[in-house]
């Protein structure tokens, strides 16, 4: 199977994440998500549902990209759909996420983990 290349599409409060974030892609997904946050400030989701790759080193971007807005007081919060590969890492790595971009009743300051 041939990874995708990375590529990152943003909205106003929404980045959307394809292909593989891999040890080359994690520099610009940490400056995109600094810059789009407003560097931490303001809230942000981010949609992981079509990354087909997702290492340790890029999970260590998103954890800290969360802390950081919890220290400046903005919101970065996690998008997997079920299914992805990005649901199953997150799941795997316990952080919080949600299945879509629409709450449906989801909590977003909780995990919406289903196993």
Same mark, same amino acid.
């Given at each position: 199977?041939?990874?995708? =290349?990375f590529?990152?599409?943003?909205? =106003? %409060?929404?980045?959307?994440?394809? %292909?593989?974030?891999?040890?080359? #892609?994690?520099?610009?997904?940490? /400056?995109?998500?600094?810059?789009?946050?407003?560097?931490?400030?303001a =809230?942000? #989701?981010?949609?992981? $549902?079509?990354?087909?790759?997702?290492?340790?080193? &890029?999970?260590s971007?998103?954890v800290?990209?969360?802390?950081? #807005?919890?220290? &400046?007081? %903005?919101?970065?919060?996690?998008? #997997?759909?079920? %299914?992805?590969?990005a649901?199953?890492?997150?799941?795997?790595? &316990?952080?919080?996420?949600? /299945? $879509?971009?629409?709450?449906?009743?989801?909590?977003?300051?909780? =995990?919406?983990?289903v196993?």
């Amino acid at each position: 199977m041939d990874e995708r =290349p990375f590529s990152v599409t943003s909205s =106003p %409060g929404v980045l959307t994440v394809s %292909g593989s974030v891999d040890e080359y #892609a994690v520099i610009a997904l940490r /400056n995109t998500l600094r810059e789009q946050s407003e560097d931490y400030t303001a =809230p942000l #989701a981010v949609d992981l $549902s079509d990354a087909d790759y997702l290492p340790s080193v &890029a999970v260590s971007v998103l954890v800290t990209a969360i802390r950081s #807005a919890e220290e &400046a007081g %903005g919101k970065v919060t996690l998008v #997997a759909k079920a %299914g992805s590969i990005a649901q199953r890492v997150l799941l795997v790595c &316990a952080l919080p996420y949600l /299945n $879509s971009l629409e709450l449906d009743g989801q909590d977003p300051s909780g =995990p919406s983990v289903v196993a």
